[in-house]
């Protein structure tokens, strides 16, 4: 006769699924291993949760996961407003989810926040690519219009890191992950309007992306900092006319 | 990507050190989350939705609500559990919206056993059997029949209290009896007095 399922006096898709997810720990995890071992329906369970793993990496594999969510948080950081760093954004956040690469930085550019710390050797330097040229971007100097840009990090020592771009369209977040010494990956051209600031936050835990972007968006660039021990290293971006 | 080529002060050269494509990637916060729970949320996905392309894009917006929902995800007793309500009540808000045809699916089921003999999957069963419910209904029953969490369970999760648990699970069974008395004479439904 069929059955429409539901719990059963030990059985739980649920408890199987957090047991993946490495959530359940002591007596619980070791009572649903346990269970596990002895119990045809779970193993069947389990069995599923393997294929849908399999299923994952086939049907949406991390890059192209990363890719879309940093596209919709793109997106839906300004809602309201035209949307900016079109070209390169999504690709350049996802892969910054993911990794930074290491070389040496050119220059420096930092600012003390809201009293965050700013310790010795923490910044960031932007890369300006037009037609074949390549250089650091000096304080004050202007981005040329449709300048390819790449933003290098100084981590000085801290394990995570976020850099985000705050303009009259509002923040958007170009990199959060772990925090390596050297150039993000995926460069960008700037395609807004007026002038801007780049904030990198760099701190001992992992900084939240979108609870960020609310701050940026809030209380500017001084209402960046996540919690106590943040660094925040900010560096205005200016505009060449076309 | 091409990498760059600097020319600071005049001087041309190239940036040393490995290429971004010889650099091995580190796992980051989204890559826990996905290797965690990206294949539940997306299966949840393409069992209520029954499209794959569909299933990519909801999978992508219940983590974007999860990145902007740090905090309550973080205090989340079960992440799992957090996410896969989520992505349930996503998926069933846009088969609401999208006035999904669950009347075709149940039909199909019923075709099949009555010609073929094919007795239907229970969640195949349940997910057809959505559509005879209200909506609030529908989520409990996923988190029920789908999830196998007990009615305790439920109420803790979805911060609804017992009783409340106990009378949309009720609604449920109530609708998909209706339905299934023309459609599947012979099966029966537990009483929903006695679900753990």
Known sequence: MTSLGGPGVACSAMRLRRLDAGELAGDERARVEEHLAGCARCQRTAADLARERAEAARLLPFEAFAAGVAERLARTGAPARRPRWRRAVPLALAAGLAAAVAVPLVSRIAEDRGGDRVKGGAGLTVYVRAGDQVRA????????????????????????????????????????????????????????????????????RPVDAAALVRRLGQGGAGAASPGRGAEVVVAPLKRRSP | ???????????????????????????????????????????????????????????????????????????????????????????????????????????????????????????????????????????????????????????????????????????????????????????????PEELP
């Not at chain 2, 149940?106 to 009555?114: C, G, I, K, V």
């Open chain 1, 137 to 204: 971007l000096a304080p004050g100097d202007p981005v040329p219009p449709g300048a390819a840009l790449r933003v290098a990090v100084e981590p000085a020592g801290r394990s995570h890191a976020a850099v985000a771009l705050l303009d009259a369209d509002g923040p958007a977040i170009l990199y959060a992950g772990p925090a390596r010494r050297g150039i993000l990956p995926g460069a960008f051209e700037w395609t807004g309007e007026g002038d801007g600031t780049l904030v990198l936050v760099l701190w001992d």
């Open chain 2, 1 to 191: 990507m091409a990498r760059l080529t600097l020319l600071a002060g005049g001087r041309a050269g190239a940036i040393p050190g490995p290429s971004p494509r010889s650099e091995p990637r580190p796992a980051g916060l989204l890559e826990d989350l996905y290797r965690r729970h990206a294949p539940g949320v997306l299966a949840r996905c393409r069992y209520l939705l029954r499209d794959d392309d569909a299933a990519r894009d909801a999978t992508q917006d219940v983590f974007v609500r999860a990145l902007r929902a740090g905090p309550e995800l973080q205090a989340a007793a079960s992440p799992t559990a957090w996410l896969l309500q989520v992505a349930t009540r996503h998926c069933l808000n846009r088969l609401r919206a999208a006035r999904a045809a669950w009347r075709g699916e149940f039909e199909r089921l019923a075709r099949d056993r009555r010609e073929r003999g094919i007795e239907p999957d229970a969640r195949e069963l349940v997910r057809a059997l959505l559509g005879t419910s209200p909506g609030e209904a529908q989520e409990i029953a996923v988190l029920y029949f789908v999830d196998d969490l007990t009615q305790a369970e439920i109420a803790e999760a979805t911060g609804r209290s017992l009783p409340t648990v106990r009378k949309r699970l009720r609604e449920f069974l109530a609708a998909a009896r209706a339905a299934l008395a023309e459609a599947f004479p012979g099966i029966a439904l537990p009483d």
